[in-house]
């Protein structure tokens, strides 16, 4: 079982950046044991990939939409992951979710667990 809880969302404008956090509580397996992903949702669309990275942190994967701009890292001793978004496009508005699970992949329904999303706004 793990529980998850974003934070570091807010407004910014176009071209600024934000860090968001994610942190994990496991219990019966260790949270360096799971891969974590971070999704987004816009307003009237899918939930969508956004970036992943294996349980060890040696991988790391990112939409086409997004590379280049984020950077997701971890630190396992923390039960923490990050999203850095540098750049960012008021497309990049939406309410942004922590999920892990065993696998890092761009299937979000490949994830267990997920958070309660934080949201993120850019203005023009």
């Known amino acids: 079982q793990v529980q998850l809880v974003e934070s570091g969302g807010g407004l910014v404008q176009a071209g600024g950046s934000l860090r968001l956090s994610c942190e994990a509580s496991a219990s019966g397996r260790s949270f360096s044991s799971y891969a974590m992903g971070w999704f987004r949702q816009a307003p009237g669309k899918e939930r969508a990939f956004v970036a992943a990275?294996?349980?060890?942190?040696?991988?790391?994967y990112y939409a086409d939409s997004v590379k280049g701009r984020f950077t997701i890292s971890r630190v396992n001793v923390k039960k923490m992951v990050y999203l850095q978004m540098n750049s960012l496009k008021p497309e990049d508005t939406a309410v942004y979710y922590c999920?892990?699970?065993?696998?890092?992949?761009?299937?979000?329904?490949?994830?267990?667990?997920w958070g309660q999303g934080t949201q993120v706004t850019v203005s023009s």
């Open positions: 999920a892990a699970g065993n696998t890092a992949t761009t299937d979000k329904m490949r994830y267990n667990y």
């Open positions: 990275i294996t349980s060890s942190g040696s991988s790391t």
